[in-house]
T-cell receptor
Framework: KQEVTQIPAALSVPEGENLVLNCSFTDSAIYNLQWFRQDPGKGLTSLLLIQSSQREQTSGRLNASLDKSSGRSTLYIAASQPGDSATYLCAVTRGGGSEKLVFGKGTKLTVNP | DTAVSQTPKYLVTQMGNDKSIKCEQNLGHDTMYWYKQDSKKFLKIMFSYNNKELIINETVPNRFSPKSPDKAHLNLHINSLELGDSAVYFC???????????FGNGTRLTVT
């Protein structure tokens, strides 16, 4: 059974810092891994999707890496801003599609001005 | 223009009642999903529909019944509500089974 763990559960940093969020999964037989952002009272926004054959994906100040063999992914946020404050969730899918994403509990990030 | 919209945003009801949550997407996606986020913040898949056909039905009580009248809609009906059904329910859609999901803003269901 796939389990996804995210560490830390919460993180508070001053504005401008670079930071790393961690995600680990128990079954390395994944199809892809996604990072989402969840704002209070809002739905999830897909940030990055990494296919199992890829090592990393970048979008703006975000960079996600994937080490499938070790069951780990990291989300790197450069030059953090107060607007980055949200809960970041990692999710993996097994098999051919997104029909069965398995989510972690998320890391709640607070960026202080 | 809301891509994936759910109604209502908040739903407070008593045990034993029957309620529905509606979901509509205007993205032209073929696949729609219902997820449940419990008090511990875990998001779990409940149902997945592809082209109006049910492709995933997780171990969800049969009091929960999804209905997809067309590709743009996936409604969730819940009969005989129980306290443990209190959670946030998210609808999502994707172009196909291999693309990122687009989520609605969630419906917070509170059963008293």
């Amino acid at each position: 059974k796939q389990e996804v763990t995210q560490i830390p559960a919460a993180l508070s940093v001053p504005e401008g810092e670079n930071l790393v969020l961690n995600c680990s999964f128990t079954d390395s037989a994944i199809y892809n891994l996604q990072w989402f952002r969840q704002d209070p009272g809002k739905g999830l926004t897909s940030l990055l999707l990494i296919q199992s054959s890829q090592r990393e994906q970048t979008s703006g100040r975000l960079n996600a890496s994937l080490d499938k063999s070790s069951g780990r992914s990291t989300l790197y946020i450069a030059a953090s801003q107060p607007g980055d404050s949200a809960t970041y969730l990692c999710a993996v899918t097994r098999g051919g599609g997104s029909e069965k994403l398995v989510f972690g509990k998320g890391t709640k990030l607070t960026v202080n001005p | 223009d809301t891509a994936v919209s759910q109604t209502p945003k908040y739903l407070v009801t008593q045990m034993g009642n029957d309620k529905s949550i509606k979901c509509e997407q205007n993205l032209g996606h073929d696949t729609m999903y219902w997820y449940k986020q419990d008090s511990k913040k875990f998001l779990k898949i409940m149902f997945s529909y592809n082209n109006k056909e049910l492709i995933i039905n997780e171990t969800v009580p049969n009091r929960f019944s999804p209905k997809s009248p067309d590709k743009a809609h996936l409604n969730l009906h819940i009969n005989s509500l129980e306290l443990g059904d209190s959670a946030v329910y998210f609808c999502a859609s994707s172009p196909d089974l291999y693309s990122p999901l687009h989520f609605g803003n969630g419906t917070r269901l509170t059963v008293t």
